[in-house]
């Protein structure tokens, strides 16, 4: 009796193909030991999955064929040893089509298992000292500020939610079978397709809208903005206030230019010490309120940015006192 047993006859038997003597000679050889068993069951398993599978296969042959190869590159690390029998050139035929159908079913096998994985791996995307911008899977595009971050599960393509820390612009393509939800803090701001701002700082959540409609939810508490409302929400908030917002400077991190269109210095002084990272007060109270139109390049350095601001009230002095910037 032989030891080891053609893939070929194995093939032919499983198909019917195989004369009265071979059949009977792969039988003895199958009931001769355990591991000859498990490789007949393996050569069906495949042969039959393919069989099933072949006609819906996303993969090209030349694709299916590298993961088929991959797949058996794995299962080589134990390898059966193969005594190859008398072949029948009638049965050509059949070994191509055997081989076509392993081929593709190995190949959808593998795309199956990558798929799997796919759908549940995190994938988390940070911004550290610089501004990222990146493109999602389902072509929504996230403008990410410094020391932000996103991270979520899967393909991102029928289950669109985002966790987010810090601070992100999110600019969302259209979708109304999977609606685009970001979590951040114990809020969730649910969207179709529109374009939104959302900022964390010390468990405060800012949502502002720029385009299209979102609802903001938690617990019990539920609103609907559209375009240029924001809500502030605070972890102790029970009521919560649809303001409108005022200017653009929230999105002050997705473009090199942003224009302060009488926005009232305190606002623009807040927006700076975010942008920079610096410490500028204003010690004069008249001040405060006073609008200010410049346009600002963030990649230029804060003194020319504070130059225009006092080029706007001549009267306005402007002093550094250690790491403090005072406008008096």
């Known amino acids: 009796m032989k030891q080891d047993m053609s893939e070929d006859i194995l093939i032919k038997y499983i198909l019917g193909e195989a004369s009265t003597d071979e059949g009977r000679e792969i039988e003895t050889w199958k009931s001769a030991n355990h591991a000859n068993a498990k490789k007949f069951e393996e050569v069906k398993i495949i042969l039959e999955t393919g069989k099933r599978l072949a006609e819906v296969s996303p993969l090209g042959e030349a694709e299916a064929w590298e993961k088929f190869k991959e797949k058996r590159v794995t299962a080589s690390r134990e390898p059966a040893k193969v005594v190859l029998m008398n072949r029948n050139t009638n049965t050509n ?101 529109t374009a939104f701002n959302v900022k964390s700082k010390e468990h405060n959540t800012q949502i502002i809208v720029e385009s299209g409609i979102v609802q903001v939810a938690r617990s019990n508490n539920a609103v609907r903005l559209t375009r240029n409302q924001m809500v502030s929400i605070n972890p102790e908030d029970k009521q919560w206030k649809v303001e409108e917002s005022t200017d653009d400077l929230y999105g002050y991190y997705k473009e090199p230019v942003f224009n302060a269109v009488h926005v009232p210095l305190s606002r623009l002084v807040a927006v700076l010490n975010e942008a920079y990272g610096t410490n500028i007060k204003i010690e004069n109270a008249a001040l405060r309120n006073i609008p200010i139109t410049i346009p600002i390049k963030l990649s230029d350095p804060l003194s020319n940015v504070l130059a225009a601001i006092k080029d706007t009230t001549p009267a306005m002095k402007i002093i550094e006192v250690g790491n403090t910037i005072i406008i008096q």
């Open 93 to 193: 035929w059949l070994r191509i089509a055997a081989a076509a159908v392993l081929l593709i079913g190995g190949g959808w096998i593998g795309y199956a298992l990558y798929q799997q994985n796919a759908a549940n791996q995190v994938v988390n995307i940070q911004a550290n000292n610089q501004v990222r911008v990146d493109t999602l899977p389902d072509g929504s595009v996230v403008h990410l500020n410094k020391n932000s971050g996103i991270s979520y599960v899967g393909t991102f393509k029928s289950k669109r939610e985002i966790t987010l820390t810090g601070e992100a612009f999110f600019d969302v393509k259209h979708d109304e079978a999977a609606p685009f939800t970001v979590h951040v803090n114990d809020v969730t701001i649910k969207d179709v397709g």
